[in-house]
């Protein structure tokens, strides 16, 4: 059983940055892409970002620019760096860890954004 475990949630001021991590047990060498959702309070769960292991990335419109994925080999993490935080930004990230067919997903982690 994979788990996938997240870090980096927090409080933060618009306009000001944040940086999430994610990473798998064993390998994220082994995982064919992960990536980030979110679910913001009375919305549903929406893609931020993916990245393949290939290196190839995919952003949500309302983030690009403003938002960076990228896997870290040497920490075996996979991060998110977010600059230019909303207040619509505050939601539960979730990480997930995809091989093949099957998707893990880590408990999540809270960003606040304040106005």
């Known amino acids: 059983q994979v788990q996938v475990v997240e870090s980096g949630g927090g409080l933060v001021q618009a306009g000001g940055s944040l940086r999430l991590s994610c990473g798998a047990s064993?390998?994220?060498?082994?995982?064919?892409?992960m990536g980030w959702y979110r679910q913001g309070p009375g919305k549903q769960r929406e893609l931020v970002a993916s990245?393949?292991?290939?290196?190839?990335?995919d952003y949500a419109d309302s983030v690009k620019g403003r938002f960076t994925i990228s896997i870290d080999d040497a920490k075996n993490t996979v991060s998110l760096q977010m600059n230019s935080l909303k207040p619509e930004a505050t939601a539960v990230y979730y990480c997930y860890a995809q091989r093949n067919t099957i998707s893990y997903w880590g408990q999540g982690t809270q960003v606040t954004v304040s106005s």
């Open positions: 990245i393949t292991r290939g290196g190839s990335t």
């Open positions: 064993g390998s994220i060498f082994n995982m064919n892409s």
